[in-house]
């Protein structure tokens, strides 16, 4: 993953400088509403953050007004040349086209170095989510009910979810 720079944004690779801005959008219980992980408590998110420093696949999104990490978008390699994007962000700037901003721009260098088709995952209840997708140009391609589950209730059994697919191809 290249640096990519927008109108407002940085997109680059993580760096241990990120830990704070980091903990303060991964410790948010509404942030992480819909991953498949619960807040993350400080040394979580210090442990997390070395993965996200390890892979090229977590893109962080710094403003560049004051370099604050205000969120990240997920772009993982799949077969048939196609990648898998997602996307969490600190909630204080949520409604600023911070979102779009940053995956339109990886999604055009995606394109640009060959990638066939893009698709995305989400959570039917997660209006903010496919919205975006759709304003981003892709396509609902499925509906799959109660397809997955990342808890379990008090009885451990699995709280199954459905999931939305989306895709943009390459034309």
Known sequence: MMRIETERLILRRYTTDDLQDLYEYLSDKDVVEFEPY???????VKKNLN????????????????HKVIGNVYIG???????????????????????????????????????????????PINLNSWHLLEN??????????????????????PIWKDTYVYSILNE
Not at 79 to 84: A, I, K, M, P, Q
């Open 136 to 157: 981003l140009g892709f396509q609902r391609e499925a509906y799959f009910k109660q397809n997955v589950y990342f808890w379990k209730n008090e009885n451990d059994e």
């Open 77 to 123: 390699k799949r077969d048939f040349s196609s990648l898998e994007i997602g996307y969490v962000f600190n909630k204080s700037y949520w409604g600023n086209g911070y979102a779009k901003e940053s995956c339109n721009a990886v999604i055009r260098k995606a394109f640009e170095d060959g990638v066939h088709r893009i698709f995305a995952e989400c959570d």
């Open 38 to 44: 619960k807040p993350m408590n400080i040394e979580e």
């Open 51 to 66: 993965w996200r420093i390890s892979t090229d696949e977590m893109i962080a999104v710094e403003l560049k007004e004051n």
